[in-house]
């Protein structure tokens, strides 16, 4: 579902030199590793995110780009920013937000926010490291994946 989905709303982009644009799909997480992420920040996956990583674990869009990062990336990503000190002094508390994917410029990382332990919306909002800015992007993570393909979606 979550393949074809991708595939269909994915700009039409030539191949440059040897380079196929993409999309480039994994295999799908395996239960243990979804129940990691899960354990590892106290949160249950939005429904939608822990479908498309159980069908591809990642996904590259566009040359390399992820569009989704695989579990492994969530995890330390996101670990990464909760256990900077620099980001700990300088920033608002990152802990409401669980990353999933990045812009690919400017450090801008795409999340879901959580509330009282839970990713109770399936909101997708970006988090600008310049400004520390949290902006609503899309109001879903299909919505997210249609219009940052799309072009919709601006950073």
């Known amino acids: 579902m979550w393949r074809e989905f991708i595939r269909e709303h994915r700009p039409d982009l030539e191949s440059i030199g040897h380079n196929t644009p993409g999309p480039e799909f994994s295999t799908g997480a395996s239960e243990e590793d979804l129940q990691a992420v899960e354990r590892q920040f106290g949160i249950q996956l939005p429904h939608s995110l822990r479908d498309l990583l159980a069908e591809t674990n990642g996904v590259l869009a566009i040359l390399g780009t992820h569009l989704i990062w695989s579990t492994d990336e969530i ?10 000190s620099e980001y700990q002094a300088s920033y608002m508390p990152l802990e409401h937000l669980l990353f ?11 999340a879901f926010g959580i509330i009282q332990g839970r990713v109770k ?10 400004d520390d800015s ?6 879903s993570l299909r919505t997210y994946i249609e219009w940052w393909l799309g072009g919709k979606l601006k950073v």
């Open 75 to 84: 995890m330390r990503c996101n670990l990464e920013i909760r256990q900077n």
């Open 100 to 110: 999933f994917a990045d812009a690919g410029v400017d450090g801008i990382r795409f």
């Open 121 to 130: 919306h399936e909101s997708v909002y970006s988090w600008n490291p310049i």
């Open 134 to 139: 949290r902006e609503w992007k899309a109001p």
